[in-house]
């Protein structure tokens, strides 16, 4: 009996310290007391092996023990099975910086880092902006008017834009410019994604591009001329980095520029002959100053002895001899700027390089640091701005479509995609307010900017896919009043830009945050390099205590054992515990498939992708939860924030035992999945009750539907753009009054008490009236309600010949 109590004892106290990662001497401790009460109290075989287990502690976790035998044929194998990182692949891993990532990817989040990053919100003077101007601006547009009838912007939008400084939100005020936080960015770009033209166009020049170039690299000479004239819309950026054999692998630049010397205002200076063409260039065809991105070479050595430079970025203005542009692309759904750049022996001085001459050769460092900030930016906001408006649409849109004598929204198979939406809003709601005060915070987040990118897309394009669906007929018809069709129909370039999705899921999320936000996995590639030894073994027997604490944590909390502590009260809590168990999990699997897999990870792109979808949807329910605990919730809203959660922790499930389906190595997967899930699959789809309930919400005048369509285009003022979502609240607001209306007349019509060809509802309004069922103000007001609807109801219809761009190719068939 003795024997065995020792043995779980020692099992127990083993699990305890691998928790804590508290290091071998408390193991060794907890080993050697325990074979010392065996042999004293007769259990002599188990104190004797537990003393064994002991000295194997002790020579493989006491570092003076270790070094002399251990750790220099562990640093001997793992020079030869670590993958090799080229020079572009470190300048990846070192840009940006680690946070949040960081904490999953250890296994052990710690929430209250999280919780210090504390969210001011926005300043007066951004919440003015956002108030105001955002709504003057998008009050200007009309979707089919942008993109069948101008395929461009009203020019008063245009001058508006740059009169009141959208294109300077990122440049500081000693510019001109609105030196706005990240997260007045992101509110704006939110609020103009009622159109994804407009969206795009004020938006680019604020991501990625010459502005945050120059701000960031740029000489004081170049900053002072070019920086004014980008805040107050003087000069129209954009950034030539793809082309036709360039996409996503943007390292093989195949645009060149050679050191030579040339004529430049009359005089020869040094300088660079470009050759070059660029396509997909958001602002391209109206840009007035052309950043570009180019492999640099000096073969005459002008300026020194290296040849190959590398890659470089200038900035050219528009009117430079032997640039060719101002050519469109025609971005499917959206008629945003875009078109090629070409260049053949385009001379430009050495001082056009941005940062000067000393910055040559620096391009592909200046283009990942400053990547992370924009692609967290942009299209996230933009996903999350058109969750706001699809949230607004249907929910208003199935109030008021009446089928079967009941909202079309009080049916189930309708219910089920209106919860979708406002769940996939709400999330990214959270996550691009959070990551954006992340960055207001000081943080570059390379990992999370891919995570927000690729997820928030996909949740765009089934918010629009799901909004399309409920509005029928209503939106797949083109024309003035479809809010939506046109939207849906250019999601796709959201999809692609930036990182195609397909790339960023499969090789960036876990790819580079296997390395870049892993504790010590870029310490042990460091101290290889470096030969150093020691420093090998401090990170790699850290490294191997995460492992073991990994592990011990994700099998005892799977069990129900040990929840973690976190700072949220009951309804966050849960979900927080969840999230912080399957990271252990994450860590664990992580690090079994880099070492199992070895530099063949990089190849094993279905599995990567899997890797990086527990991640990312670890990574978006933390976001969600600090959101929660930041914010004052409302009536309904507690059935979203479990809808939610339960929806991506069984995401995050999914993705695991996917996983562990397609491990090569059978017997380690077994085991991970027997470590990670010991009680099997926790999460399921969330149930029908939250389904119905918010629903419901977003689809009346509720608390719920006003928080997630706050900081929207949602009032209708004299000589705007008709507002679909200012006419839905409207309704909404009415709907309550006619709701008892529509089943008082339902019932006396299906009685017989009123004539039976009265057919419409507004011969049934009559009718009820005539027939003393329904008060005279009742009538007046249902009389102004239907007419309303039917209008909201309408669809456009055009001339037989109306869109055919050549009439004399038009068929008539009915002559």
Not at 210 to 224: D, R
Not at 293 to 304: E, K, T, V
Request: charged share 20%.
């Amino acid at each position: 009996m003795l024997e065995l109590l020792l043995i779980i004892v020692a099992m127990a106290g083993l699990v305890w310290v691998m928790r804590r990662e508290a290091g071998a001497l408390p193991a060794l401790g907890v080993l050697a007391v325990l074979g010392l009460i065996g042999v004293v109290f007769g259990a002599v075989t188990v104190g004797i092996l537990l003393w064994l287990g002991a000295a194997a502690v002790a020579a493989c976790g006491l570092p003076t023990l270790r070094r002399r035998w251990l750790t220099p044929r562990l640093f001997a194998a793992f020079d030869k099975a670590a993958p090799k990182v080229s020079e572009t692949e470190r300048t990846a891993l070192e840009a940006g910086s680690v946070a949040w990532d960081g904490e999953l990817f250890s296994g052990r989040p710690q929430w209250q880092r999280l919780l210090d990053f504390r969210n001011a919100g926005l300043s007066e003077e951004e919440r003015a902006f956002v108030d105001h101007q955002c709504s003057v601006a998008a009050g200007m547009c009309n979707a089919w008017e942008i993109a069948r009838e101008r395929a461009d912007l009203p020019p008063e939008l245009w001058e508006y834009l740059k009169r009141e400084g959208f294109f300077g939100m990122i440049i500081p005020k000693r510019y001109g410019g609105l030196e706005f936080s990240a997260k007045a960015q992101s509110a704006v770009l939110q609020k103009l994604a009622v159109n994804e033209t407009l969206m795009v166009t004020v938006g680019v020049p604020n991501s990625l591009g010459p502005g945050e170039l120059l701000l960031k690299y740029g000489t004081e000479e170049q900053k002072n001329h070019y920086l004014p004239r980008l805040a107050d819309g003087r000069e129209i950026p954009c950034f030539g980095l793809t082309g036709p054999r360039a996409g996503s692998d943007a390292t093989s630049l195949p645009d060149v520029g050679i050191v030579c010397r040339g004529q430049h205002n009359g005089q020869e200076v040094l300088g660079l002959k470009l050759t070059f063409e660029k396509r997909w260039i958001t602002l391209a065809p109206i840009a007035t100053v052309v950043g570009l991105a180019f492999r640099m070479f000096d073969p005459d050595g002008l300026l020194g002895d290296t040849s190959d430079l590398g890659i470089t970025c200038a900035l050219i203005p528009r009117d430079t001899p032997g640039m060719d542009i101002g050519r469109r692309h025609h971005p499917i759904g959206s008629p945003f700027m875009n078109g090629p750049i070409r260049g053949k022996d385009v001379f430009i001085p050495l001082e056009w390089i941005i940062g000067g001459p000393d910055m040559a050769g620096q391009g592909w460092r200046m283009l990942v640091e400053c990547l992370s900030v924009g692609r967290c930016i942009t299209l996230p906001s933009g996903a999350s701005g058109i969750g706001r408006y699809a949230v607004g649409w249907a929910g208003g849109f199935t109030r008021i479509r009446r089928q079967f004598n009941l909202p079309v929204a009080d049916m189930e198979g309708v219910q089920e995609p209106l919860a979708r939406i406002a769940a996939h809003a709400y999330i990214a709601q959270a996550a691009v307010m959070q990551t954006a005060n992340t960055i207001d915070h000081g943080v570059k987040p390379a990992v999370p900017s891919a995570i927000l990118k690729s997820q928030l897309t996909e949740f765009q394009r089934s918010m629009l896919a799901d909004a399309m669906d409920v509005h029928g007929g209503r939106t797949v018809t083109l024309g003035p009043r479809n809010y939506l069709g046109i939207a849906y129909s250019a999601n796709p370039v959201s999809i692609t830009v930036e990182g195609a999705n397909i790339m960023t899921r499969n090789l960036m999320i876990f790819g580079q945050g296997a390395i870049r936000c892993h504790p010590y996995v870029l310490d042990e590639l460091a101290a290889k390099d470096d030969n150093d030894l020691v420093a090998f073994d401090k990170a790699i027997f850290g490294h191997a205590g995460m492992v073991f604490g990994n592990a011990a944590r994700a099998f005892t909390q799977g069990l129900g054992i040990g929840k973690s502590r976190v700072p949220f009260d009951e309804v966050a809590a849960p979900y927080a515990q969840e999230v912080s168990r399957l990271a252990s999990a994450f860590g664990l699997c992580a690090d079994a498939a880099m070492a199992s897999l070895g530099s063949g990870l990089k190849k094993r792109e279905m599995l990567s992708a899997r890797l990086g979808d527990v991640l990312s949807n670890l990574y978006l329910a933390s976001m969600l939860i600090k959101q929660w605990h930041e914010s004052e919730s409302v009536e309904h809203e507690a059935a979203l924030m479990h809808y939610s959660c339960r929806t991506l922790l069984y995401r995050a499930e999914q993705a695991f035992t996917e996983l562990f389906d397609n491990l090569p190595n059978r017997a380690l997967a077994m085991t991970l999945s027997a470590v990670a899930l010991p009680l099997g699959r926790r999460w399921h789809k969330p149930q029908d009750r939250f389904t119905r309930d918010i629903a419901r919400a977003i689809s009346t005048d509720s608390a719920l539907r006003h928080k997630l369509t706050a900081d929207t285009w949602n009032t209708q003022e004299a000589g705007q753009r008709d507002n679909p979502l200012a006419r839905y609240n409207v309704l909404l607001a009415d709907s309550e009054r006619a709701e008892p209306l529509y089943r008082r007349i339902a019932k006396a019509y299906s009685q017989g008490e009123l004539p039976a060809e009265a057919l419409h509802p507004e011969q049934r309004v009559e009718a009820a009236w005539e027939a003393g069922l329904i008060e005279e103000d009742d009538a007046i007001f249902m009389r102004r309600f239907e007419r309303e609807v039917l209008d909201m109801l309408s669809v456009d219809d055009f001339a037989f010949d109306a869109f055919a761009t050549d009439k004399d190719r038009v068929v008539w068939h009915t002559t």
